[in-house]
């Protein structure tokens, strides 16, 4: 990657590279006005991106985002060059440097990069197109209110005045940074809602584009870890003798979570780590299982918990009808399991330490390498990669901290830490396993009049000062059905095994769990689901809508001779999303035919993009519905590579 320069929000300065240019800093509200449609504001921060314009031209967009597959940095670059209006066949982008005063938090989580970035970086394109055309409107001694731009140029009103972005962004630099840049009309948007190729694509095909996993550094070394098969556990002893007669092995050292070899390869380093011989304190998780933490969350689902909502007496009512129904969901524990497991590059040298990583969390990563090394995070520089897949792995950054941590044992060498599949898989912060409890009852005419949900979950995070760790009870907590009286407890059940994010977090157990249970009281009650759905919906428009376009797309309620129906509906973070599956049973084997799906998400940057997340997260979650599942035995986890995580394969 080139050498970026930092620069203050509200300073313009020419910089080398790519020529003389505009350099534009802008300042990112607390809020876009596309996130307040949702459940969640939009991430805090302070300055979000910058423009280069170069002297030849070039339009560079440097990305704070991470790119882990989802389209950030085309649909980023789309609301950056929309409102400039410049040449998309001369955009280019870069990855920023981790700067908090100039970016505030840089990471994705929570699904929120186009939602926080929506208004501030049309913002910033608009403000970058004024002063351009303010610098053009100097030099012909013209009114800039005369002057319009087009791909690139600004054009003036006699026939041949045109000039080149380029050959004004020095000009503009020196220009102060308007305020409140009008943005287009929605009406004469040429890039946004538009199915644009995404900017990536050529290189990631090519193999140009660099993943953590391919970053190369002079004289680097190759690292791998053993760590305890147990969670919780640590090294009791352990004896390097036959790792260090591995050819190859450089060295061998302790860390705090394992022992690291080091080799001139990785094939070398992973080799010595087999022949090391280690003696472990599996500690208080070794005799954990499957069975025994399932029998711990029935139990307490059989009693009362925190409470995360409560609508009207689901007690008193239940008490008062006969038409009662209980049912009770469990789902396992999963894995991230993306492609190119973990790994990172590190070097630590004197006071300073410059890592190489696929992240999905850029400042967390960097405050890692920080307190491994021992040095301030001002002293670290992060070198953002594309990655191959995260779904929220790497939002953690225990890797980072690893290798840093190898790395400064071994001063001015880079290091570069590979975890195997098997690593990747056995050691990770886990999709919590989930149990929930339901009860439920129908009035005289057959509709629901009580929806109760009891959870049993370990904690995504921290628990409020209710108790409630409402990641773990969303999209039950959150339920917009009309139902006269719901109650939604949870209980923290914490079994020793890692968890965190994974995808949509909560919502990935928790609506099918609720989708299910529904399905369940309108058969109970008669009634078709999508039919009850609609009654329950009455007030909620933009679900509502998304129901009756896909039980309409779908031919609900008449599917091939054969097949089945089920339906689901849920607003995750402000996207409205409706499916209807189309499943088949024959000698006990379940097959689905199709999955049909409405979304509304709001304002649609690039409707290609959006077709794709859906489809690749339609696989994702057919993926865990059927096949994905972590077990424990002796505090271990038995699954190690796709033979035995198996996922949908593209056949």
């Not at 314009?53 to 440097?62: H, K, Q, S």
């Not at 303010?134 to 013209?142: I, L, M, N, Q, V």
């Not at 009756?548 to 599917?559: D, I, M, S, T, Y």
Request: hydrophobic share 40%; glycine share 10%.
């Amino acid at each position: 990657m080139s050498a970026i320069t930092v620069v203050n929000r509200r300073s313009f300065l020419r910089t080398g590279g790519i020529g003389l240019g505009l350099l534009l800093g802008f300042t990112l509200p607390e809020r876009s006005k596309l996130a307040a449609q949702g459940r969640r504001p939009a991430v805090a921060a302070k300055p979000g991106a910058y423009i280069h314009i170069g002297t030849d031209d070039t339009v560079t967009f440097l990305i704070t985002k991470a790119e882990m597959g989802q389209g950030t940095v085309t649909s980023l670059s789309m609301l950056l060059a929309e409102e400039l209006d410049c040449d998309w066949a001369k955009v280019r982008t870069e990855f920023a440097p981790v700067d908090p005063a100039s970016y505030g938090m840089q990471g994705v989580v929570g699904s929120a990069s186009i939602r926080s970035s929506w208004a501030p970086l049309r913002q910033a394109g608009a403000s970058a197109r004024v002063m351009l055309l303010e610098a053009a409107a100097h030099r012909w001694g013209a009114d800039k209110s005369q002057l319009r731009t087009e791909r690139g140029f600004v054009v003036g009103t006699s026939p041949n005045q045109r000039l080149s972005y380029g050959s004004l962004s020095e000009a503009a630099s020196k220009l102060p940074l308007p305020a409140n840049a009008p943005l287009k009309d929605p009406k004469l948007y040429s890039l946004i809602g538009k199915p644009v190729k995404r900017l990536d694509t050529r290189d990631k095909v090519s193999g140009q584009a660099k993943f953590g996993i391919d970053a190369r550094i002079p004289g680097m070394v190759y690292a791998s870890i053993a760590r305890c098969p147990v969670f919780g556990g640590k090294v009791s002893s352990f004896d390097d003798t036959k790792a260090k007669a591995i050819p190859g092995v450089k060295n061998v050292l302790q860390i705090s979570t394992g022992v690291a070899v080091v080799g001139e390869n990785t094939w070398a380093a992973m080799q010595g780590r087999k022949a090391l011989e280690i003696k472990w304190d599996e500690g208080p998780n070794a005799s954990q299982n499957s069975a025994a933490i399932s029998r711990m969350f029935a139990d307490l689902a059989q009693k009362p918990g925190a409470v995360a909502k409560q609508t009207g007496d689901a007690e008193k009512a239940l008490a008062a009808t006969a038409k009662k129904l209980s049912a009770e969901y469990e789902a396992p524990y999963l894995s991230h399991a993306p492609m190119e497991p973990l790994n990172c590059t590190a070097v630590v040298r004197g006071d300073s330490c410059e890592i190489w990583a696929s992240t999905q969390m850029q400042s967390g990563s960097r405050d890692a390498a920080a307190k491994a090394a021992g040095l301030t995070p001002e002293n670290v520089k992060v070198n953002t990669l594309y990655m191959g897949g995260g779904f929220g792995r790497r939002a953690r950054v225990d890797y980072v901290g690893e290798t840093v941590e190898i790395a400064k044992a071994i001063p001015g060498v880079p290091v570069k830490l590979t975890w195997s599949r098997e690593d990747d898989m056995q050691h990770d912060f886990y999709r919590p396993a989930s149990y929930v409890k339901f009860g439920g009852a129908l009035d005289a005419e057959g509709w629901p009049s009580v929806f109760t949900a009891r959870v049993a979950c370990p904690s995504f995070g921290a628990a409020r000062g209710n108790g409630v760790d409402s990641t773990a009870v969303e999209g039950l907590h959150t339920l917009e059905y009309r139902i006269p009286n719901l109650t939604v407890d949870y209980h923290r059940a914490d079994a020793g095994i890692p968890t965190s994010y994974w995808r949509a977090v909560g919502y990935t157990q928790n609506t099918f769990f609720a989708a299910s249970f529904l399905d369940e009281l309108a058969a109970a009650g008669g009634k078709d689901p999508v039919e009850l759905r609609k009654r329950l919906l009455a007030e909620s428009p933009r679900l509502l809508g998304v129901l009756e376009v896909v039980a309409a797309k779908a031919g609900w309620g008449a599917p091939p001779p054969g097949r089945f129906q089920g339906v689901a509906v849920v607003n995750n973070i402000g996207s409205f999303t409706a499916q209807v599956a189309e499943v088949s049973v024959t000698q006990g084997k379940l097959r689905v035919h199709r999955v049909v799906c409405a979304v509304d998400c709001g304002h649609v940057v690039n409707p290609a993009i959006v077709r794709q997340q859906i489809e690749s997260g339609i696989v994702f979650g057919l993926s865990a519905a059927l096949k994905g599942a972590i077990t424990i035995d002796r505090g271990r986890v038995q699954q190690g590579n796709f033979d035995s995580y198996d996922v949908l394969r593209i056949d």
